[in-house]
């Protein structure tokens, strides 16, 4: 109780009028913890992040950000925390520095920290030698970047940030994650939504969400181990018919098609990787780069999505 979570939901629940968008979610996050929300367009992230955000009600369930009721105490949990929505609203006629200042009135920050406070942001954000430029004119990236900036002018103590990265390009997505990384060495704690799999590699916990459900909530590292066998790549001449024949032999659990590779999970990598070259050579197919490998967060995301669909949850 008390101190060890700072966000914490109970049966969180939030319907609509034809769907349940949060289906009773429970949640524990602990002080300078980086949580990802990793899901699908219509998964329920927004929604839980508005109600923890005492920005919407629930229908059902109680939240606590911050020690304080999300529905009792908004005003509260308003002043502690962060919240860069996907759609956030810069002034596109302001430069980058009247951006953070308009945010500093509208949070009140006190005019001797203003200064001191924008300079280390400008700095923070990699945007010191942009400061003058309209926000309009920024590329995706930095407008993202400025957005986050504007987000922690009243130095929160938990930030929410939904869909920071949609739509931004590799390089800026890295450069992106790499801030908030240094966020969390400071010890704010973080709680990001995203659809990228490959970004949970960079939470502290991943809960994937799905149909208003956390299909599993834990480390990556821990995700990844939930997957069962071990996993065989490769990339065959007629993907379709190899996936196929594949899915038939003996050993085989499950097929995963990336591009033009197959990611096979199997009972033993070593005794089924010979058994699958000969079956598909048999078959007229011919077999490149047969390799046995790690699985990734995307691998077992798509693996547990795909149990929960055959009716294999809990
Ligand atoms: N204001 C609303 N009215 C009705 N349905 C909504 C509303 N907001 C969200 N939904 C529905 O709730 C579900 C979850 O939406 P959302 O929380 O936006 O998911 P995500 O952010 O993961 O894409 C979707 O089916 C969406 O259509
Ligand atoms: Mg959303």
């Given amino acids: 109780m008390g101190d060890t979570f700072v966000i914490e939901a109970h049966g969180l629940t939030k319907r609509f009028k034809h769907v349940t968008a949060v289906d009773g979610l429970d949640l524990s996050i602990r002080r300078g913890e980086i949580f990802g929300l990793l899901g699908p367009d219509g998964a329920g992230k927004t929604t839980t992040i508005r109600m923890l955000c005492a920005i919407m009600d629930p229908s059902a369930g109680t939240a606590r950000v911050a020690g304080f009721d999300t529905v009792k105490e908004s005003e509260a949990i308003k002043q502690r925390i962060g919240y860069m929505p996907q759609q956030f609203s810069l002034y596109g006629d302001l430069t980058v520095l009247e951006n953070l200042t308009f945010f500093a009135d509208v949070f009140q920050v006190q005019r001797q920290e203003r200064e001191k406070r924008i300079a280390r942001l400008l700095e923070f954000a990699r945007l010191t030698e942009f400061k003058k430029r309209r926000a309009a004119h920024l590329s995706g990236g930095m407008q993202k970047k400025l957005a986050l900036a504007c987000t922690l002018i009243h130095s929160p103590e938990v930030i929410f940030l ?29 709680f990001v939504s995203t659809p990228y799999m490959d970004e949970a590699e960079r939470c502290s916990r991943v809960a994937l969400m799905f149909e208003g459900s956390i299909i599993v909530n834990d480390a990556p590292e821990r995700i990844k181990g939930l997957v069962e066998g071990e996993l065989l790549e490769l990339r065959p001449d007629d993907l379709r018919r190899a996936s196929r024949l594949i899915a038939d032999l003996p050993g085989v659990l499950e097929v995963q098609t990336y591009g033009d590779l197959l990611h096979v999970f199997v009972d033993e990598a070593a005794r089924r990787a010979g058994e699958i070259e000969r079956g598909l050579r048999e078959a007229g197919i011919a077999v490149h780069g047969l390799r046995q490998t790690r699985p990734r967060m995307e691998e077992a995301f798509i693996s547990l999505i795909r149990k929960r669909l055959a009716g294999g949850g809990e």
């Fill in 162 to 190: 939904d869909e920071p990265t949609t739509g931004v390009d590799p390089v800026s997505r890295r450069e992106f994650w790499d801030i908030l990384t240094e966020l969390h060495l400071q010890g704010v704690t973080l």
